[in-house]
């Protein structure tokens, strides 16, 4: 398993297929294609985004 984290800038926001990587990994991989893909769009609540700097994302370790 492969836990990230995105700070969260507004209510709503996106996670892009480079969010997922820390930044060794990321200077790796920066030049793949798909890095830019977005995964998924996230819209919070007001009190939620006062409440939380980050968003914690949890994804499988891809590659050996």
Known sequence: ???SRKRID???FEIFQR???N????EKFK???NMSNS???VKLGFF???RHKYVYI???KSGG
């Open 1 to 3: 398993m492969r836990i």
């Open 10 to 12: 507004g209510t709503s």
């Open 19 to 21: 969010d997922l990587y």
């Open 23 to 26: 930044p060794p990994e990321l």
């Open 31 to 33: 030049d793949l294609p």
């Open 39 to 41: 995964l998924v769009q």
């Open 48 to 50: 939620q985004v006062k």
């Open 58 to 60: 949890i994804s499988h």
